[in-house]
């Protein structure tokens, strides 16, 4: 991959690129140089917002529909925006859902979708884009957003931390077999971000407070962008199988945290 006067324009798609991480990745790399295909569920507006905003920083971008509960075929959006933008140089898998259910209460149904759309469709997307890599050569990079629940569990998201979880190490699968062919692959690992996943859409980080958070506070959207523009960058081409962790220390306060609860109301969703 370059960006080298006279190299080809490198491509990046991201999906669930319509709002939150998604959209300030593709913000990102825009911004970075490179030409962005875009994928959403349900928000087609929120998407060509994004696709404004890459084409503000003089980039190309196309938007394309993706519903990863419906698979195979959803996988096909990576090959037909690949077509469309001529080449694909990193996939950021970053689409995905959760349930907030207790174990005993979920259903196939609930499992099923979770697990298609958090890992099933990144295993399947990452496929597409690692194939056309290899054909065109020039290696790639394919990073997945999993979560801090890649790491640790969390009462009422039991097929949430199980495709996370499942999906981290999927990526040093990926990034073993690959290495060959000169594509890396890294997942991210975010935690409390403000994003409308976590119904803090446009919310400044700097004005809340989050005691049991080392930094205090949630993360935004773009601190999280800027780890994967880095890892989907030249500078991190030695960089593979790795899970990078943005979490403002969450992960690191597991035993403190236990010991400083005064009530019973984390057993419950």
């Known amino acids: 991959m370059s960006t080298s006067p006279g190299a080809q324009t490198p491509v990046a798609v991201i999906t669930g690129s319509d709002?939150?991480?998604?959209?300030?990745?593709?913000v990102r790399l825009a911004a970075d140089g490179m030409d962005v295909g875009i994928t959403y569920h349900t928000d087609r507006e929120g998407a060509e917002a994004?696709?404004?905003?890459?084409?503000?920083?003089?980039?190309?971008?196309?938007?394309?529909?993706?519903?990863?509960?419906?698979?195979?075929?959803?996988?096909?959006?990576?090959?037909?925006?690949?077509?469309?933008?001529?080449r694909?140089?990193?996939?950021?898998?970053?689409?995905?859902?959760?349930?907030?259910?207790?174990?005993?209460?979920?259903?196939?149904?609930?499992?099923?979708?979770?697990?298609?759309?958090d890992l099933i469709g990144p295993f399947l997307c990452g496929?597409?884009?690692?194939?056309?890599?290899?054909?065109?050569?020039?290696?790639?990079r394919i990073v997945n957003v999993t979560s801090v629940h890649e790491h640790q569990p969390r009462v009422g998201a039991a097929p949430y931390c199980?495709?996370?979880?499942?999906?981290?190490?999927?990526?040093?699968?990926?990034?073993?077999?690959?290495?060959?062919?000169?594509?890396?692959?890294?997942?991210?690992?975010?935690g409390e971000i403000a994003t409308p996943m976590t119904g803090q859409e446009d919310e400044d980080v700097t004005k809340v407070t989050r005691r049991g958070i080392p930094l205090r506070r949630p993360g935004d959207a773009r601190e999280v962008a800027a780890v994967i523009a880095f890892l989907a960058g030249p500078e991190a081409s030695y960089v593979t199988g790795a899970s990078w962790s943005i979490d403002g220390g969450?992960?690191?306060?597991?035993?403190?945290a236990g010991s400083h609860l005064d009530d019973d109301s984390w057993r419950r969703p």
């Open 88 to 117: 694909l140089d990193v996939l950021v898998n970053n689409a995905g859902t959760g349930t907030a259910t207790p174990y005993l209460e979920l259903d196939h149904a609930k499992v099923q979708k979770v697990i298609d759309v």
């Open 19 to 26: 709002s939150g991480i998604g959209r300030a990745t593709a």
């Open 50 to 86: 994004t696709a404004a905003e890459v084409r503000r920083h003089g980039r190309r971008a196309s938007v394309a529909q993706m519903d990863l509960t419906h698979l195979p075929e959803a996988a096909d959006v990576i090959d037909a925006l690949a077509e469309d933008l001529g």
């Open 127 to 140: 496929q597409r884009a690692a194939r056309r890599m290899i054909a065109q050569g020039g290696g790639g």
């Open 162 to 190: 199980a495709a996370k979880g499942g999906l981290g190490l999927l990526t040093q699968v990926m990034a073993l077999e690959l290495a060959e062919h000169g594509i890396t692959v890294n997942a991210v690992a975010p």
């Open 250 to 256: 969450m992960l690191r306060m597991g035993p403190m």
